[in-house]
């Protein structure tokens, strides 16, 4: 099935661009998004982006999709302490309902 | 945000005992699914519903089971509660199935419910 990898950890300074990555086995994955958890809540989806785009913008978030590497990521920019959180990449297919998460990033935010 | 409300919100039992959390929409989304969530796994899913009284097995499935009798309602039961279940539980929804490329239908979230089972 599919597996979804990211790094555990991001340590940025404040002001500075931040990158998280995330790496996906299944290359019929359609649908690629990404969600932010602040502690203690649910998750909220941050952005989105298709199989059929190579890079989305929407305001400080980038996201840039690599199909033939199976990579996505996220760029935050001009980070802020608010930006300190968990970071779920998540997947599915075309076919099906059911998403993959990957077991998140948390960024830690630096004055 | 999406209307899901999750209870209850935190709930300390012992090991053998039966729990059930509960989870409500007012989205009337047919899709529901029941994550668990622990350190260095992400979200995993548990069970899912297509429908009422239509369930469906996830990656970690041993030892819950669900029930869906009403649209907005979806159940979540641990017939007897074990260490391993200690968790934070997510409900979500979704609105749709096979999509067009140009929809951006995604889960929205409930808060959570932190279990303890000790």
């Known amino acids: 099935g599919e597996d979804v990898e990211q790094s555990l950890f991001l340590s940025v300074r404040e002001g500075d661009s931040s990158v998280i990555n995330c790496t996906y086995t299944d290359s019929s994955s359609t649908y690629l998004y990404w969600y932010k958890q602040e502690p203690g809540a649910g998750l909220q989806l941050l952005t989105y982006?298709?199989?059929?785009?190579d890079m989305k913008q929407d305001q400080r978030l980038t996201v840039l999709l690599n199909k033939k590497d199976k990579h996505l990521s996220l760029r935050i920019a001009d980070t802020q302490t608010g930006d300190s959180a968990i970071y779920f990449c998540a997947v599915r297919g075309n076919y099906g309902q059911n998403f993959v998460f990957g077991p998140g990033t948390r960024l830690s935010v630096l004055p | 945000d999406a209307g899901i409300t999750q209870s209850p919100r935190h709930k300390v039992t012992e090991t053998g005992t039966p729990v059930t959390l509960r989870c409500h929409q007012t989205?009337?989304?047919?899709?529901m699914y029941w994550y668990r969530q622990d350190p260095g796994h992400g979200l995993r899913l548990i069970h899912y519903?297509?429908?009422?009284?239509?369930?469906d097995k996830g990656e970690v499935s041993d030892g819950y089971s669900v029930s869906r009798s009403k649209t907005e309602d979806f159940l979540l039961t641990l017939e007897s509660a074990t260490s391993s279940q200690t968790s934070v539980y997510f409900c979500?929804?979704?609105?749709?199935?096979?999509?067009?490329?140009?929809?951006?239908?995604?889960?929205?979230f409930g808060p959570g419910t932190r279990l303890t089972v000790l």
């Open positions: 982006i298709f199989s059929n785009m």
């Open positions: 519903s297509y429908g009422v009284k239509d369930t």
């Open positions: 979500a929804i979704s609105q749709a199935y096979d999509l067009p490329m140009t929809s951006t239908d995604t889960q929205y």
């Open positions: 989205e009337n989304h047919r899709y």
